[in-house]
């Protein structure tokens, strides 16, 4: 199938996800994840009406950023290093995986620069995998207030990459728990922070994902194909 049939099948999937939650399908937004897939391929699905991209390498992001020509958006989904922050400031207008308060500031600093603000979301160590980025449950709370006094980031939600089950069930508890903290941080009233925002589901457990409360869904392969490395 084309990437404009594949693109077509995954929003039939999320409406349908959607309607089942009881949930208006325009709540989720869809990051097509094209890491690894060559600019080429970002561009025929922008022709095909995907905007939204989601990118886990900087130096990845940054190639296809300058190659592709339509109106697209990018956020940065990956495990970002504090040294290499100034190569996508302004560049992305979200970052989904900030996990620690000397990131945060380093993103704070680099935005400044631009005299611009970027929205963030705080990425969640759920299972305390430690093959896993993200902050653990017991300091994120902490983190959050740390990171709502830097001037140049607004905290729009919570990320989270559950562990890899055969069957997407297995994931639930994890979305859940995402969405659970998220409520107690919004009870928290932290001023200049919403959870407007949780991106959790991947290409296997979206539906799952939408079912608890996703916002954004991270999609790759449903989309693009196995990863490219030609």
């Known amino acids: 199938m084309s990437i404009a049939g594949n693109l077509k ?14 949930r208006d399908p325009a709540s989720v937004r869809l990051v097509a994840v094209s890491k690894t897939h060559p600019a080429v391929l970002v561009a025929e699905a922008a022709r095909s009406g995907q905007l939204l991209f989601g990118e886990n390498y900087v130096q990845e992001l940054t190639a296809k950023a300058a190659e592709v020509k339509e109106p697209v958006e990018w956020h940065f989904i990956g495990n970002l290093q504090s040294n290499k922050v100034r190569q996508v400031a302004g560049l992305v207008s979200m970052i989904h995986s900030v996990d620690r308060l ?5 993103i704070d600093r680099q ?10 979301l705080v990425q969640v160590n759920i299972a305390c995998e430690a ?45 859940r728990e995402l969405h659970g ?42 989309i693009f ?5 030609g």
């Open 131 to 175: 093959t896993k980025c993200g902050t653990g449950t017991d300091d994120l709370f902490r983190l959050v207030r740390d990171i709502a006094r830097l001037p140049h980031l607004r905290i729009r939600g919570l990320m989270t990459m559950p562990p890899f089950f055969d069957d997407p069930e297995g994931a639930r508890p994890y979305f």
């Open 225 to 229: 194909g196995e990863r490219y490395y």
């Open 9 to 22: 099948n995954v929003q039939e999937r999320i409406r349908i996800a959607s309607v089942k939650a009881g």
């Open 181 to 222: 903290l998220a409520a107690e941080i919004t009870a928290l009233g932290v001023a200049g922070v919403t959870m407007a925002e949780l991106s959790m589901g991947m290409s296997g457990d979206f539906e799952v994902a939408i079912e608890e409360g996703a916002t954004l869904v991270r999609v790759g392969s449903a």
């Open 102 to 106: 000397s990131l945060a500031q380093e």
């Open 111 to 120: 935005w400044e620069k631009i005299g611009r603000r970027c929205d963030v």
